[in-house]
């Protein structure tokens, strides 16, 4: 399949196979070399380079919607964070007694809060395969909610980005409140095992890492075939000419419903890898301004293109982590900075100008 897809697009192609090699390498160098050779990855780097994947998987969710469907949603961040706390709730109670209080029923936040029973929201997340499902519906049902109201009351362009942006932050607001039955301010934290396994544990990371490299291949290559395909043709065209495409007859609020949720689930699958790797998740990840970092990714990197959404999402988020470490007072000047300087000098992405380059190297 990579043959193919490097005979047709050698960028993707040789970005895939970059992704493939370092989701292997990485783990297997983690376990077989020692500690202090060359070629050992800490689990920290291990864990720092699984949460970089997992943005860029993140980052190719928007890149669906923005850069094939032309629709801004600010509230990528809030489809993430659902997806987090599904995989949190099942990690919460894989905990059982070994908690602070010793209750093999209820977390640790809910006996400090004086919960005398388990809301019943909770019930079933002990079961991996449940928490699985939930990834992935929570996230699909709400966008197909939100969804359907927005798109058929044809809310477009800037309206629909502020009310995707005003739904990350109610539900930010909702779950500081103790009383949902989250966590609150302290979200959902200290983690003890995975499917049996230790989650603190290298060889687990080194899995973690693994599967959050190869679930973005997977991701890449049906996005692929979906925007390939007939329904993304029309996707496609209804971001160029709207108006045009209602008129041949199509449900315009259909393809913007599918593409929305479909980006949607894929970001809860994000979030799911996410959580594990740091070890929690909080009312934070709502915040408006993570979903405002998602669409710099996608700019920088250039949308409309999939493989440009990974490339910048990798890309800032490695610049994030040496300047927070350096100087994080000026990391959101210089963010803004580079938002700005790529948008006025480089339009379409980093990727695009290097596509440019490239084109005019073989002319």
Same mark, same amino acid.
């Given at each position: 399949?990579?043959?193919?897809?490097?005979?047709?697009?050698? %960028?993707?192609?040789?970005?895939?196979?970059?992704?493939?090699?370092? @989701?292997? /390498?990485?783990?297997?160098?983690?376990?077989?070399?020692?500690?202090?050779?060359?070629?050992?990855?800490?689990?920290?780097?291990? @864990?720092?380079?699984?949460?970089?994947?997992?943005?860029?998987? /993140?980052? /190719?969710?928007?890149?669906?919607?923005?850069?094939?469907?032309?629709?801004?949603?600010?509230?990528?961040?809030?489809? #993430?964070?659902?997806?987090?706390?599904?995989?949190?709730?099942?990690?919460?109670?894989?905990?059982?007694?070994?908690?602070?209080?010793?209750?093999?029923?209820?977390?640790?936040?809910? =006996?400090?809060?004086?919960?005398?029973?388990?809301?019943?929201?909770? *019930?079933?997340?002990?079961?991996?395969?449940?928490?699985?499902?939930?990834?992935?519906?929570?996230?699909?049902?709400?966008?197909?909610?939100?969804?359907?109201?927005?798109?058929?009351?044809? =809310?477009?362009?800037?309206? +629909? @980005?502020?009310?995707?942006?005003?739904?990350?932050?109610?539900?930010?607001?909702?779950?500081?409140?103790?009383?949902?039955?989250?966590?609150?301010?302290?979200?959902?934290?200290?983690?003890?095992?995975?499917?049996?396994?230790?989650?603190?544990?290298?060889?687990?990371?080194?899995?973690?890492?693994?599967?959050?490299?190869?679930?973005?291949?997977?991701?890449? +290559?049906? @996005?692929?075939?979906?925007?390939?395909?007939?329904?993304?043709? =029309?996707? %496609?065209?209804?971001?160029?000419?709207?108006?045009?495409?209602?008129?041949?007859?199509?449900?315009?609020?259909? *393809?913007? $419903?599918?593409?929305? =949720?479909?980006?949607?689930?894929?970001?809860?699958?994000?979030?799911?890898?996410?959580?594990?790797?740091?070890?929690?998740?909080?009312?934070?990840?709502?915040?408006?301004?993570?979903?405002?970092?998602?669409?710099?990714?996608?700019?920088?990197?250039?949308?409309? %293109?999939?493989?440009?959404?990974?490339?910048?999402?990798?890309?800032?988020?490695?610049?994030?982590? $040496?300047?927070?470490?350096?100087?994080?007072?000026?990391?959101?000047? *210089?963010?803004?900075? %580079?938002?700005?300087?790529?948008?006025? #000098?480089?339009?379409?992405?980093?990727?695009?100008?290097?596509?440019?380059?490239?084109?005019?190297?073989?002319?």
């Amino acid at each position: 399949m990579f043959i193919n897809i490097y005979k047709q697009d050698k %960028t993707a192609g040789a970005l895939l196979g970059i992704i493939a090699l370092i @989701s292997i /390498l990485v783990p297997f160098c983690n376990m077989i070399s020692p500690v202090g050779s060359i070629l050992h990855f800490s689990a920290y780097s291990v @864990s720092l380079m699984g949460k970089y994947l997992t943005f860029a998987l /993140l980052g /190719l969710s928007l890149d669906l919607v923005w850069g094939y469907c032309g629709i801004l949603a600010l509230g990528q961040g809030a489809f #993430f964070a659902l997806g987090g706390y599904a995989m949190g709730m099942y990690l919460m109670r894989q905990i059982g007694s070994r908690g602070v209080y010793g209750n093999p029923l209820l977390p640790d936040f809910m =006996v400090f809060l004086n919960w005398k029973e388990l809301p019943w929201y909770w *019930f079933g997340f002990e079961h991996f395969g449940l928490a699985a499902l939930m990834v992935l519906l929570i996230p699909g049902i709400l966008a197909f909610v939100f969804g359907w109201m927005a798109f058929r009351s044809r =809310v477009t362009g800037v309206y +629909l @980005s502020i009310i995707t942006q005003a739904l990350t932050y109610a539900l930010l607001l909702a779950f500081f409140r103790n009383e949902m039955g989250f966590g609150g301010n302290n979200g959902l934290t200290d983690f003890k095992e995975i499917l049996g396994f230790d989650i603190q544990s290298e060889n687990v990371r080194g899995c973690l890492f693994l599967i959050s490299g190869l679930m973005l291949i997977v991701a890449f +290559l049906i @996005s692929r075939w979906v925007i390939q395909s007939k329904l993304g043709r =029309v996707v %496609t065209a209804i971001r160029d000419q709207e108006t045009r495409v209602r008129f041949l007859g199509y449900r315009v609020e259909l *393809f913007k $419903l599918w593409i929305f =949720v479909f980006s949607a689930m894929l970001a809860g699958i994000a979030g799911a890898l996410y959580v594990p790797q740091v070890g929690i998740i909080n009312p934070s990840e709502f915040s408006p301004l993570n979903s405002l970092e998602i669409v710099i990714w996608v700019a920088i990197g250039g949308r409309g %293109t999939l493989y440009g959404a990974i490339v910048g999402a990798i890309l800032v988020n490695y610049a994030k982590t $040496l300047l927070t470490g350096w100087a994080p007072e000026i990391w959101l000047f *210089f963010l803004g900075a %580079t938002f700005i300087l790529v948008t006025v #000098f480089l339009p379409d992405g980093l990727i695009g100008f290097w596509q440019r380059r490239w084109q005019g190297r073989q002319s």
